[in-house]
């Protein structure tokens, strides 16, 4: 048995989104979500096998699909969401949409102290985008989550 001393730490964490066009879902995330490219490599017909964004602070690969990595909609959808803390959710879902994305849940106010709302990528990709309007505390959020399960 190991435990948390015997376990190698981890250096880096980031999300990789397979996706249909790479060229063009690099153009989407910069455009719509204000992604900065950090690095791209290509193959010799200019697939992308790797690129690295930066999106606030942190980072997400992205790559074309291929037989080995499905994109989502070869899958039939993404079961992951990515998360997106902004100061203006409506500001984000605005520019999201504008370059192509769909609504999955409209940005509204939310139980938990959130403004937000889930947007799908043109590539199949889930984002949930949120603002923060009203701090609460954990034992706050969970008795207005009972509260609206009651309901």
């Known amino acids: 048995m190991t435990n948390a001393s015997d376990t190698p730490s981890i250096t880096r964490f980031y999300a990789r989104l397979v996706v249909s066009d790479g060229p063009r ?58 998360a997106l803390d902004v100061s203006d959710a409506d500001a984000v879902a605005e520019a999201m949409l504008r370059h192509g994305a769909t609504v999955v849940y409209p940005v509204a106010d939310q139980h938990y102290g959130q403004r937000g709302g889930r947007l799908a990528d043109p590539f199949g990709h889930l984002w949930m985008i949120s603002q923060t309007i009203e701090d609460l505390t954990p034992d706050e959020i969970q008795e207005r989550t009972n509260e609206l399960l009651r309901s």
């Open 25 to 82: 879902a690099i153009d989407f995330y910069r455009s719509a979500l204000g992604a900065e490219e950090i690095e791209r490599y290509t193959d010799p017909e200019g697939r992308i096998v790797h690129a690295m964004l930066r999106l606030g602070g942190t980072v997400v690969a992205v790559k074309d699909a291929d037989d080995g990595d499905p994109a989502p909609p070869a899958l039939g959808g993404s079961p992951v969401i990515m």
